[in-house]
């Protein structure tokens, strides 16, 4: 896009602005320079901390994953590759690889989807619309190890609410402890609902910013409701939904608190047991922190793989 | 530009996202002996406060302070549960300042005595002249490793058999607990009948909560066990006739499994559970029923449990000693006394029974003197259970899947070649050495 402004004191002659300055043309390899100096500078602080606080424990971690390491011993010997091949060799791989997929990609699907439904609802003039958008987002600040003691009651089969609901509608209560498939139902519940507060105010912020005259525009055209929200309302939430597509990917990956307080990994020992959740067991419980680090190496090549073709994804979404 | 910095932006986000995380879920640095840090004078005490004993906890160290004028107790909140208390002392292993005291449980106190990270106390205690003979003796035993104690009894329990004395009425059963788990069998139908369809005859802890913990009474009480010394036993027959026994009760109806029997028990949705001697406060304070409490089934099984108190091997001798001098005071028969009725835990030392205040409480209390009673007839737990890494949640993973359905014989075989498995790769080296 070129410029239609001219700065007055670059002002041409005969256009009756001030004579041009006279001097040396201006050294752009030492504005550069400059430019490089200061942005190190402002950087630094940050680079620092990155680097002792997050890439050195990774690198720390990644050398871990190559040892026996008990995590209250002084010593840990090089075992190879044996921790990898384990991992990959292991009956519960398989478990705890769905779990984290279940519960992945329900938590990142439904808590945007319904972030995204209730965003559009309270984005219109409803009264009372600031005291339900507080309460959509209460449970976001609220702690995860909260919300699970507090969720114990909802769920608990034998006086929970839930079980209250469906004894007077007639239909049994599953036993969501004790049952794999619903203890994994449950903690993807009780994440969602503490997550959706997040989703719901970065689309509603989004949404704030959108241009309305394109709405109008194609209104007029004739678009139907749908049309609009497909073709001229998602395409500007674009990269809003990619930044939550990352954020909260990352967030679920790492869900810990709720899962130790509701189920700790159980039942029946891992049905519930996420990726995040298996290193904290390895590490702490089976006192094996360098298979501990394995899993956590492991983890981290997936979701890096992940972000990048999300990038990839975005990139090519914005070039078509 | 706008383009690029945006997308680059989100994407060096994500990057840097990712990489803390594996950071943050990874152990970090790398293992290292700590010079332990802390003050001499002032004696750091790591607890978890069992049986919600903090008021307890500072009442004694207020009179220890008293007591030992220059010494201050600084009592820290080191986790909601033994396992975490565990986590923070590792952390602490790896760099942080060391505790002078810390709580260990029956699980987590051998992992570190075998990597030499608590101190062996028979020197210490040798030293300071400290006779051990008051401590009761399974209990004081529990904390041997090759012939030398590393912790000093402290919150220690085991379960009990509660019931709820309305039902057993109902039901026209006695006052008494079982005396074996077949006669328990003659009972149960009894009890479903007098409870109803919407209660449970009996709730015991599942696989993530201590289930492998309770269970073993019922092993032991068919002449099975989880191991024997460090070999597996889990394809014994008898041990086998017991997770079937555990299996056929829940196929009949008659147990459920919960993730804290203790609420529902209280709530009188329950008959009858086994569970730790620490919950008789809580149950015999909130059940609006008469609640008796028996020995467990089978005379003699029953597993001792809970935690005692260690000291770091990576700490000076002056703060060894004197970590001694509040482990002493803290576990003396008066203090014992003052501990056991705040919490419901056991006296951990013979001579407090003696003591007048705790005759009255017991006179006062029989559910607590069933506790007591109980304690000369307790074992220490199999090997595969309480020392070998993760093995309370590899057998409870076991028992859920068997109260599940899953076939007994095949489940036990898994448990014997994980048990086999994670003792020669991480146990058997270091014993002895």
Not at chain 1, 244 to 264: A, E, K, Y
Not at chain 2, 289 to 308: K, R
Not at chain 2, 391 to 407: F, N, S, T
Request: proline share 6%; glycine share 10%.
């Amino acid at each position: 896009m070129q410029s239609s402004v001219t700065h007055p004191r670059s002002a041409t002659p005969g256009t009756g602005g001030p004579p041009p300055e006279v001097g040396p043309p201006p050294r752009r390899s030492s504005g550069r320079a400059w430019e490089w100096s200061l942005a190190a500078l402002l950087l630094l602080p940050n680079l620092v901390l990155l680097i002792v606080f997050t890439y050195r424990p990774l690198l720390d971690n990644i050398r871990l994953s190559f040892t026996d390491w008990n995590v209250s011993s002084p010593i840990a010997n090089p075992v190879g590759l044996s921790n990898y091949i384990e991992w990959f060799g292991r009956d519960d791989t398989k478990i705890i690889v769905g779990n984290t997929l279940v519960f992945t990609v329900a938590t990142v699907g439904i808590s945007m989807a319904v972030g995204l439904g209730l965003a559009l609802l309270l984005d219109q003039k409803l009264r009372g619309r600031n005291l339900v958008r507080s309460v959509v987002f209460a449970p976001f600040v609220i702690s995860g190890a909260a919300i699970g003691i507090a969720f114990q009651f909802v769920f608990d089969p034998n006086y929970g609410l839930i079980r209250d609901l469906l004894v007077r509608i007639g239909v049994g209560v599953p036993d969501f402890y004790q049952e794999p498939g619903w203890a994994l139902f449950m903690v993807t519940v009780t994440y969602i609902w503490k997550n959706i507060g997040y989703t719901f105010v970065i689309y509603l912020a989004a949404l704030q910013g959108r241009r309305a005259d394109l709405d109008e525009a194609a209104e007029i055209d004739g678009a139907s409701a749908w049309t609009r929200f497909r073709r001229v309302l998602m395409p500007q939430l674009r990269p809003t939904t990619f930044f939550l597509s990352i954020t909260v990917l990352l967030s679920s990956v790492q869900v810990f608190d709720i899962i130790n307080v509701m189920t700790r990994g159980g039942p029946q020992g891992n049905a519930t047991t996420t990726l995040v959740y298996q290193v904290y067991q390895e590490t702490f419980v089976n006192q094996r922190a360098g298979y501990g680090a394995t899993v956590a190496t492991v983890m981290f090549v997936i979701l890096l793989a992940v972000t990048v073709v999300q990038v990839r994804f975005m990139d090519r979404g914005k070039k078509a | 530009m706008n383009e690029f910095s945006r997308r680059g932006f989100l994407g060096l986000a994500g990057a840097a996202g990712v990489a803390g995380l594996a950071a943050c879920a990874g152990t970090g640095t790398a293992p290292s002996t700590g010079s332990g840090g802390g003050s001499s004078n002032t004696i750091e005490f790591w607890s978890n406060h069992p049986g919600n004993s903090k008021p307890v906890e500072q009442e004694i160290i207020k009179a220890f302070e008293a007591a030992n004028s220059g010494l201050k107790v600084k009592l820290v909140d080191a986790g909601k549960n033994y396992e975490e208390v565990a986590q923070k002392f590792n952390a602490s292993l790896a760099g942080g300042s060391l505790p002078d005291v810390v709580v260990v449980s029956d699980v987590t106190w051998f992992n570190f005595a075998l990597n030499k990270q608590l101190s062996p106390l028979d020197e210490l205690l040798a030293t300071a002249k400290l006779d051990t003979s008051d401590y009761v003796d399974a209990l004081y035993n529990d904390y041997n490793l090759d012939d030398k104690h590393y912790a000093l009894p402290f919150s220690r329990s085991t379960p009990l058999f509660y019931y709820n004395k309305d039902l057993w009425k109902a039901a026209g059963l006695e006052d008494r607990g079982p005396k074996d788990w077949d006669e328990f069998l003659t009972w149960a139908p009894k009890l479903k009948a007098a409870a109803g369809s919407d209660k449970i005859v009996m709730e015991l802890p599942d696989g993530s909560n201590y289930l492998d913990w309770v269970f073993q009474n019922m092993v032991w009480g068919y002449g099975g066990a989880y191991s024997k010394e460090w070999t597996p036993t889990f394809s014994d027959p008898n041990t086998v006739k017991a997770g079937t026994y555990l299996q056929n009760l829940a196929k009949d109806g008659y147990l459920k499994l919960s993730k804290d029997p203790a609420p529902d028990f209280t709530a009188g949705i329950v008959g009858c559970s086994m569970m730790s001697t620490g919950s008789l406060g809580g149950v015999a304070k909130d059940a609006k029923f008469p609640v008796g409490t028996a020995f467990l089934p089978t005379d003699g099984n029953c597993p001792t449990g809970g935690a005692g108190v260690g000291i770091p091997a990576n700490i000076s001798d002056d703060r060894k000693k004197n970590a001694l001098t509040f482990i002493e005071f803290l576990t003396n028969a008066q203090n014992t006394v003052t501990f056991t009725q705040a919490t419901g835990y056991m006296p951990v030392r013979k001579s407090a029974v003696e003591l007048p205040e705790e005759k009255a409480f017991l006179e006062k209390n029989p559910n607590a003197k069933t506790a007591i009673e109980q304690l000369p007839k307790t074992r220490s737990q199999d090997n595969v259970r309480v020392l070998l890494p993760g093995g309370g949640a590899r057998i409870g993973k076991g028992l859920d899947q068997i109260v599940q359905g899953q076939d007994v014989a095949a489940v036990f075989k898994a448990l014997d070649a994980e048990s086999q498995q994670v003792f020669d790769s991480q146990i058997k080296s270091k014993l002895g050495a």
